[in-house]
């Protein structure tokens, strides 16, 4: 028995290790590209890169909105197998929202095509099967996903509040009112403060960056919209200039490599989510369980739906001890964070995947469902040989040092 | 060699692969191993031991287009350095290890044979000292490169006859090798000898400037030769500089145009520049090229990407060990945003792009800058 693991996952947060001695299948020479302008959708191969795709599409007329951070390095397949999401997403959606259908590879040699209907009512939605699955399913050789004309505009709003609290307010009534800016970006206190200085705002605030992008009328309207939702709550404007800054470098991480490249340097992500009610407590509560062990926390909210939110935590750990010690403590910390999380009634990852590293936590999040989706896997994937750590769905025995 | 880039390997490697969007070769080939994170990769295993010195692993370092995209195109570090130093090192590495490809013993019989990477070039250099007939001398020297030579001979011609109709007669460089293409290839003790005796003839011949036909070669000169601590004791000027300023086609100047200076027809036709890789990513000469140009065409369009971004046409060195295919993948993809501005020319100062083009577009409607000037340029002017 030979153990795959699909290569097409390239993010920061990521990487692919062999387990078992298996082999790995890199799909990059997967680069189907076929548009259709009538249904607005692009079917593109699985290993279709994303700084590739989104030229392609802006060279047409059409943009995807698609924009996460690791666009220069990962591929289409690998946005599907942990339902990433980029920074337009408030607009554009996550990548659920953006597929229509795919094309699969299923572990017993099938060719699976989902349907390529815009909704639909007759079974299970199969999409899912492959959503979240982490490569653990099948191997994703094509996809069908929505497209946007590219827009005519892109506009930013920069606001500071009092409180995160205050922030996360004028949000909520943003979404209320049914607009979608593309970026909303919530930088609490902590993580404000070196851009709070750099422009010379009230030191101590929250801040807000809003993008808004498509017709120019359309933008115009949300842009007035959202004023009176911010100023309600306290917002103070600040014109557009820390929104432009931020697009023009958003893909670059530099300052990440200062911990990185140190001898005894950890750095990490962690990203959860919750609904509205409970969204402040999961960032009071998962701040809270990093401090014991990071030098550095910044938690900012970077994707917002009408039902909820996301709270980004980035946290370094620098230790002049040994690198045992470190490692002992970075575990700790993530461990304390996602207890934290999943006690205040959030989720342990919003969009990087489970991976191997958060698979203790699947059984406390999922309940029953954690053994539905073993069971899904068992009957899909017989052999075990698709990615059979990840998830926790293939059993620990191959899951290597996790 | 390769000992010396220990660090700037791993500087290379931090970002999980952040330049691959960027990598020409990777855009077409579609090989992990390709874009420059994985080639750095691969040179520290090659460093460690981890991976051994043989065939294939000498062979990826070639797979390189030499356009300092990943460079300029870097989201990852503030002040990206230059991979390719890197894998001209790991090409000379492996040449010490004993692992010599078909290709690069190939390209050494020629370096042994024509004195230049490409074929026997002197009957070419005799017809354009024979075409330079100017009354006169000039203290100026015109420096054209073998790969000039080899790939667009017809844009030193022209160069040669507008000098000729401004009263000029450049001496004509005996020498046409600067050795970069050499050093690019790897054979760097060979190249350095080259260029020191480059160095030598142009410091002892009796002139006051140097105009170069090739960025590359003005590159050479003007950089790479500092660095090896030689120095070129005249004026060093690119040809496309040196007629920007002889000609004097640049708009809002006109009126100013003294009588006895040409003036030039304007085409009822689109025309756009493509920037090569040494103009745009080494030398960093965006407008010169564009004042000469503009002028000449009634419509003037720029392409999807340009200057500093233009996306190569064609690679910036010899390309030694990259298939056919590749080549002619570069080139097509740069097609499809020079078809999208429906350009009816294409105007180029770099010799392997105006090659590319003319093989694998249209080679009606590639020209050089000297050649457009040339083609517009009144005579009845005077």
Redesign the interface.
């Known amino acids: 028995m030979v153990v795959v693991q699909v ?1 097409f996952l ?3 947060i990521s ?1 692919t290790l062999f387990f078992n001695g298996g082999i790995c299948i ?1 799909t ?2 997967l ?1 189907k590209f076929e548009l259709s302008d009538m249904n607005m959708t692009v079917t593109v191969g699985a ?1 279709y ?4 795709l989104e ?1 392609e599409l802006n ?1 047409l007329g059409y943009t995807l909105g698609h924009y996460p951070q ?1 666009l ?2 990962s591929v289409v397949g690998g946005w599907i197998g942990p339902i990433a999401i980029g920074t337009f997403s408030t607009k554009y959606g996550k990548m659920d929202d953006i597929l229509i259908a795919l094309e699969a590879v299923l572990p017993t040699g099938e060719i699976l095509q989902t349907t390529k209907a815009p909704k639909a009512s007759q079974g299970l939605n199969l999409n899912y099967l492959f959503l979240g699955a982490e490569g653990s399913t099948g191997i994703v050789t094509e996809a069908t996903l929505r497209i946007w004309p590219k827009p005519e505009t892109r506009k930013y709003m920069i606001y500071t509040f009092n409180t995160t609290h205050d922030g996360l307010g004028s949000i909520r009534n943003i979404m209320k009112t049914g607009i979608t800016p593309a970026v909303v970006r919530l930088y609490d206190e902590a993580e404000a403060a070196p851009k709070i200085k750099a422009f010379g705002y009230e030191d101590g605030y929250a801040l807000l960056y809003l993008g808004f992008e498509g017709r120019k009328d359309l933008v115009e309207l949300e842009m007035k919209i959202s004023d009176e939702c911010c100023i309600k709550e306290g917002g103070i404007f600040k014109g557009d200039e820390p929104g432009k800054i931020w697009e023009a470098s958003r ?4 300052s990440y ?1 200062k911990i ?2 140190q001898p005894s340097g950890i750095m990490d992500t962690l990203e959860v989510s919750s609904s509205w009610d409970k969204l402040e407590e999961v960032w009071f509560a998962t701040r809270n369980a990093v401090s014991p062990y990071a030098q550095i926390i910044y938690v900012h909210f970077s994707h917002f739906y009408l039902v909820g939110g996301m709270a980004y935590i980035i946290f370094a750990l620098k230790s002049d001890e040994d690198m045992p010690k470190l490692e002992k403590d970075y575990r700790a910390c993530v461990k304390a964070v996602l207890d934290a999380c999943l006690k205040a009634g959030g989720t342990i990852s919003h969009h990087h995947g489970t991976g191997t590293r958060k698979t203790a936590w699947m059984k406390e999040e999922h309940g029953v469902g954690f053994e539905v989706m073993k069971k899904i896997k068992k009957l899909m994937d017989p052999n075990n040989i698709m990615n059979p750590p990840v998830l926790g769905l293939g059993g620990d025995k191959d899951a290597g040092e996790i | 060699m390769l000992e010396k880039y220990k660090n700037e390997i791993d500087v290379h490697t ?9 990598c020409p070769i990777f ?1 077409i080939e ?3 191993t390709v874009y420059p994170s994985r080639k750095a990769q691969i040179a520290r295993c090659l460093l460690t031991g981890e991976v051994n010195w043989d065939e294939d692993s000498a062979e990826l370092f070639y797979h390189c287009c030499g356009c300092r995209q990943c460079m300029v195109s870097c ?4 002040d990206p350095k230059d991979p390719i130093p890197i894998y001209q090192a790991a090409r000379y590495e492996a040449m010490k290890k004993g692992v010599k490809l078909d290709f690069v013993e190939g390209i050494e019989e020629k370096l042994n044979k024509y004195g230049n990477i490409y074929s026997d070039l002197s009957a070419k250099l005799k017809s354009i000292i024979a075409e330079n007939k100017a009354v006169g001398k000039s203290k100026i020297l015109y420096l054209i490169d073998d790969e000039t030579f080899a790939l667009n001979l017809g844009a030193a011609k022209a160069t040669v006859k507008l000098m000729n109709n401004c009263g000029i007669k450049p001496l004509i460089s005996d020498m046409i090798n600067t050795g970069i293409d050499v050093k690019a290839l790897g054979f760097f003790d060979l190249a350095q000898e080259i260029a020191k005796k480059m160095a030598e003839y142009l410091n002892k011949q009796d002139i006051e400037k140097i105009v170069v036909s090739n960025p590359k070669a003005y590159y050479a000169l003007m950089v790479w030769y500092k660095e090896l601590g030689l120095e070129i004791k005249k004026e060093v000027e690119l040809e496309t500089s040196y007629l920007y300023d002889l000609l004097i086609v640049r708009q809002g100047e006109l009126t100013n145009r003294p009588n006895n200076i040409p003036t030039f027809m304007m085409m009822d036709k689109i025309g756009t520049y493509q920037d090569g890789s040494y103009m745009a990513r080494y030398i960093m000469e965006y407008d010169k090229p564009r004042k000469l140009i503009k002028p000449l065409f009634r419509y003037y369009n720029e392409m ?1 990407t340009n200057r500093k971004y233009a996306v190569p046409a064609a690679p910036a060195n010899y390309p030694l060990g990259l298939p056919k295919s590749t080549v002619e993948g570069i080139t097509k993809l740069r097609i ?1 945003d020079i078809q ?1 501005i429906k350009a009816d020319y294409v105007i180029t100062s770099d010799p392997l792009t105006y090659d590319a083009l003319i093989k694998y577009w249209d080679k009606n409607k590639v020209l050089s800058v000297s050649e457009v000037l040339l083609m517009n340029y009144v005579s009845n002017a005077e």
């Open positions: 290569r390239f993010v920061l990487g890199d990059k020479k680069t290993g890169n994303g700084r590739h030229d060279r690791s220069q390095s893909f670059d991480t530099s490599l990185l490249l | 931090i970002c999980h692969d952040q330049c691959v969007p960027m855009t579609r090989k992990t989201v990852y570090i503030k999807r499809v999208d």
